[in-house]
């Protein structure tokens, strides 16, 4: 207490803003007492008599100081808000600092709100944070090693997560189960694997190369260690293998070879290997695989809403072959549009307990690279059971939704439902119906629910682009690859008119269902999507007033700042950079219990409810439905649970989006090979101060750097490299 003592004396004489290492300076403290100043000030915090500001600087806070201080208490609707003079005080969505249940912030009263007597809000100023001697104060820890990306490994620890830089990883791969030591380094906090407890597999992929001159078993998916291979030795350098962990001792491995990796047609071993050293399991347990192949459709229970006699098709790419998503459609009397989201009821077989669950869990999603998918669920599950085929009875769970000609949903009802597919369409055949006016014999008797598609999708478009939607380039490239797998040609995906509606139908569903659980106070995974940061769109202004994109006074505070720039350039041959360019200003999507809309659709609910076969999420969302249902009682532990999922799944996701991003820099790069060190024909797209931003016209990218000599448009430049 003498501290505490110590400090409160000091702030209530110090005027002035102060940094910790001026206030060691002037109380005299030792080095060797660090954290007992740094609990000092926590505990001075958290009594709300002492505010660190945005740059570390401390300060007294008297009556009269501006910014209010309390615990984050979390509402029944998963809303956030602090107690301050017998009030609720709400704090706003979409704010710049995460905060959670049991955050002491402080706040600053929103001016709007000041005087009103049933509704005050406020927006955090600051979330104080423990000393990290505090959180871990025997500095070792036990956790799960999780690898975010290619480079990037934590340590999860409940609701704390820890970097681990690589070189500290020790023997430990995505997964395990270690201890480690917490450490301190230019105020950031680290941790440092000290021992494996529990691996989360035996099976890995090792790589015969040099390393430090030597020719050895190397790695992949964490730090080198030592590996001894058993057995036939007869191999040469960059053999890939895949094997088994037998032992370990003293920090080395003894491994036993499963299968080598052959070097021809090797684009398969190169998208295993990506995915695996991304922390994705390459292979489904024994014990999944025979829960999988013992699961069947049995009988249909009565409570389900037969929809079997209705015309439902299902709309995807020609490779397709796992269908969550069918879609249904009516025109009613009174005009308004009668639309049927028939989804996959995948948690009618896969329940929490089964191998099949955890291990889906441990995935987070399916990944799609070009010709191969590592699908969430073994292919028994993905490709038949759960999957929407044409001709067969299928369990599902139904959206069914009224929409009026302003694009409204006027009335729903979500439910247990039975379906069969009438047909297997692909966005081709229907664009060539849609938008060329071709009639393809086997879609004759759709005909007319395809126009009635378009034409409520249309409608759906209108209302999202007038409410906000932020509208991005959706085009994307693809390779077509040969027999052997390698790139031939780079085609464009065009965001046509089938894919259009089938992405408004999602979406529609999707809202309806976050709209439906969250005033029901249910607690699920929503999809968040929060504001961009200030200073990001200041950064992003500059850039375009600096390249002759914009001109004159902007309002930078404008919400509709970013749609109304991107409604600008939506007709420029510069969209898909200038959209690029706007895009990195944005936050990421994230998933979490506290539904706090999602910016980029413009809407206060969200979540992901339609794809249970390829996403976590959504079998979460469906597990939510169904306790609504059955009559569940939700406690407070499922929130705290369902906030350890939100970020573990969050990460999945973009560990995936990794995943295929390597995959695809692999395949360019394939298919550039023959083009180095020749000259081609570019297009500038992009130009700044340094350099110019290029793509040919088979959609190859790449950046120049100049000495502000070129022509605005066409130049005849040297490939040099890819972006």
Not at 260 to 286: H, M, Q, T, Y
Not at 383 to 393: F, I, M, R, V
Not at 413 to 442: F, Q, W
Not at 623 to 633: D, F, H, N, Q
Request: hydrophobic share 35%; glycine share 4%.
């Amino acid at each position: 207490m003498e501290i505490l003592n110590i400090l409160d004396d000091f702030f209530k004489t110090y005027k002035r803003a102060i940094d910790f290492y001026q206030l060691m300076s002037l109380l005299e403290i030792k080095a060797e007492e660090k954290e007992i100043l740094e609990r000092g000030l926590y505990q001075l915090q958290i009594q709300g008599k002492v505010y660190q500001d945005e740059y570390g600087n401390y300060m007294h806070v008297s009556e009269e100081f501006y910014l209010k201080s309390g615990y984050v208490l979390l509402s029944n609707k998963c809303n956030f808000y602090i107690r301050l003079d017998g009030k609720n005080i709400h704090l706003k969505k979409g704010q710049q600092l995460k905060i959670q249940k049991g955050d002491f912030v402080f706040v600053e009263l929103v001016s709007s709100a000041k005087n009103h007597v049933k509704f005050q809000e406020a927006e955090v100023r600051s979330v104080v944070k423990k000393p990290i001697s505090m959180d871990f104060p025997s500095y070792l820890v036990k956790g799960v090693v999780h690898q975010k990306d290619y480079q990037t490994f934590v340590l999860i620890l409940d609701d704390k997560v820890i970097e681990i830089e690589k070189k500290n990883l020790g023997t430990a791969y995505h997964g395990d189960v270690v201890t480690a030591e917490i450490y301190k380094d230019s105020n950031k906090i680290f941790a440092r694997v000290k021992q494996v407890l529990e691996r989360a597999s035996d099976v890995y992929i090792y790589e015969y190369r040099k390393y430090q001159g030597n020719l050895c078993w190397v790695t992949i998916g964490t730090n080198y260690y030592s590996v001894v291979l058993l057995g036939k030795q007869d191999y040469q350098e960059y053999d890939k293998i895949l094997a088994r962990v037998k032992s370990e001792q003293n920090g080395i491995a003894f491994i036993e070879c499963l299968k080598k990796l052959e070097r021809e047609n090797d684009n398969f071993n190169i998208a295993k290997e990506i995915v695996k050293c991304n922390g994705f399991p390459l292979e489904f347990s024994e014990q999944a695989i025979k829960e999988a192949e013992s699961l069947e459709i049995g009988s249909v229970d009565e409570k389900r809403i037969n929809y079997v006699n209705l015309k439902t098709v299902t709309i995807d790419g020609a490779n397709a072959k796992d269908f969550d998503d069918a879609v249904s459609i009516e025109k009613l009397a009174n005009g308004n549009y009668l639309l049927y989201v028939h989804i996959a009821d995948v948690t009618n077989y896969v329940k929490p307990g089964m191998a099949l669950y955890q291990e889906a869990y441990n995935r987070g999603t399916s990944r799609y690279l070009e010709n191969f998918v590592f699908p969430m669920f073994p292919e028994r599950l993905s490709n038949d059971l759960c999957s929407l085929n044409p001709n067969e009875l299928k369990l599902t769970v139904t959206c069914k939704m009224e929409i009026d000609s302003s694009g409204n949903v006027v009335d729903f009802l979500i439910s247990d439902s039975v379906i069969k597919s009438a047909k297997r369409m692909t966005y081709n055949k229907v664009d060539d119906i849609l938008e060329k006016g071709i009639i393809i014999d086997d879609y004759k008797n759709f005909i007319d629910d395809l126009f009635l598609m378009r034409d409520l999708s249309f409608i759906l478009k209108r209302k999202k682009l007038t409410r906000g939607y932020t509208y991005f380039d959706n085009d994307d490239i693809r390779f077509e690859l040969d027999s052997t797998g390698c790139p031939q040609r780079i085609v464009k995906n065009n965001f046509s008119t089938s894919r259009e509606i089938i992405e408004n139908f999602m979406l529609v569903a999707n809202e309806t269902v976050a709209t439906y659980l969250y005033h029901l106070d249910v607690p699920t995974l929503y999809r968040n999507h929060d504001a961009p940061k200030y200073y990001c769109i200041e950064k992003v202004i500059a850039t375009l007033k600096k390249n002759g994109y914009l001109n004159g006074k902007i309002n930078d505070k404008d919400p509709f700042l970013v749609a109304k720039l991107l409604k600008r350039y939506r007709n420029k041959k510069e969209f898909a950079s200038l959209s690029s360019i706007i895009l990195n200003s944005m936050s990421k999507a994230y998933y979490a219990p506290e539904c706090r809309g999602h910016f980029g659709l413009a809407l206060f609910h969200y979540l992901h409810f339609t794809s249970p076969i390829r996403r976590f999420p959504d079998v979460k969302v469906h597990e939510a439905l169904k306790g609504v249902w059955s009559g569940k009682i939700f406690s407070d532990d499922s929130v705290e649970t369902l906030k350890r999922d939100g970020n573990y799944l969050s990460e999945r996701e973009v560990a995936a989006k990794e995943v295929e991003k390597e995959y695809h820099r692999y395949l360019l790069n394939l298919y550039v090979s023959d083009y180095i060190g020749k000259e081609i024909e570019a297009e500038i797209i992009f130009m700044d101060s340094d350099n110019l931003y290029l793509r040919t016209l088979g959609y190859v990218e790449g950046t120049l750097t100049h000495n502000g000599n070129y022509d605005k448009y066409h130049k005849q430049v040297l490939f040099n490299g890819i972006k």
